[in-house]
C-alpha cells in the first residue's frame, strides 16, 4: 500500500530519524515511487546504545524500525516476504518476528533454557517452518532447532548439526539439503564471548536432511586450518562460498573464504596473501541476484571483495570503513557500515552518523 508524503513523515518522524535532521539521501519522490515496500532488513545500534530493528526500502528509506532488548545478528526472510525474524547475537535468546506486509511487530520467541541462539536461521520452502542455528551448550553440542510459523512461532523439534558451534545453516536450492557451518568453537553463556577450546577445534560443513535430521556429508577443514572458525554462507551456482575468521597467530598468511560441492575437499579462494587488510576476519558472505559474483565483508579491515562465482577469481575490492552486511541488489550488493551508511557497491544512498550498522543486512526483494 503507497503512503502519502506526510503519512511518510509521519513515520519517519516517529521512526526517530528527523530528530537527528539526517534524512536518507534518496528524494521523497523515489520513496513514493517505491511505494515503501521491504527490500532489506538489517538490527542497528542508537547513538544512546539502544539497539533496534530497522526495515528499510530499495532506494535506502527507513520505513520503519522495532527496538529489541539487546543486539541482533542476522534476519531470516518469508519465502513469501510476510515475515522477517531478527535474531539475538550469540548467547542471545530472543527472536522478534516483523511483519513486513504491516510493518509492525508481530511476536517474539526463545530457544529451550538450556540453549541459545547463534544468530542466523531459514524458513521451509512453503515458510511453514523456521530453523534456527542453536547451541546446547550443557551438551556442547549444536543444533538447528525448528518453529511452526503457523503455530506462533512453536518449537516443535530440532536436528543435530553434526558439530560444534553451527554459526550460519542455509537451505540449498533442492529444498531439502541443509548445509550448516560448524565453527568448531565452544561457548557457554556463563562466559559469554569467550572461546572455550581454540587449541582444539575442528571447523567443518555438515550437510543435513531437512526431512528427517540425518548427515548426509560432511568436510572437515585439514590440521592446517583447525583455528579457522567457518561462520558465514551462500550458494553460488552448485557451490557454496564460506567465510571464515582464523583464531591463530594473527600473523599466519591464511585464507579466509573457501568453496565446497558434497563430495570434494573444503577449497580455499586464492591463496593467503589476497587477504592482507583483512585482519583475519570475514563477516558476512552473499551472491547477487544473477549468481555470477559472490561478496564478502572483512569489517575489521574496511573491505569487500567481490569474487567471480564460477572463476572463484578476485574482480574488485571495495573500501568501506567497517563494511559489515552485505545483501543483493540486482547484478551488485548493497552494503551496510558501522559509520551509518547504506551502500549500492560504491554508491552511498542512505546516511545517518547517529546509527551503526550491525553485521548483516538481509534482502526482503
Partial sequence: MALSRRKFLSRIAASGVLATGQLPFASFAQAEASSLQAAYVSTLRKADGQYAAAVIDRSGNLI???????????????????FAVVFARRPGRFALVLDLFNNQRHLAFSPPLDHHFYGHGFFSPDGKLLYATENDYENERGIIGIYDTTNSFARIGQHESYGIGPHEAILLSDGITIAISNGGIITHPDYPRQKLNLSSMEPQISYVDRRDGKLIAQSKLPAEYSQLSLRHMTAARGKIWIGGQYEGDPSNSVSLVATHRIGEEIKPVSGGQTYLGMKQYIGSVSVNINGDLVATTAPKGNKVAIWN?????????????DAG??????????????QGNLWQDNKAIYHDPEIAWDNHISSAI
Fill in 64 to 82: 520503519f524500525q522495532e527496538h529489541l532488548d539487546d543486539r541482533g545478528h542476522a534476519t531470516a526472510i518469508a519465502p513469501n516476504k510476510k
Fill in 309 to 321: 562465482s564460477e572463476t572463484r577469481e578476485l574482480v574488485k575490492t571495495l573500501s568501506h570503513i
Fill in 325 to 338: 552486511g552485505v545483501a543483493p541488489n540486482g547484478h551488485g550488493f548493497t552494503i551496510s557500515d558501522g
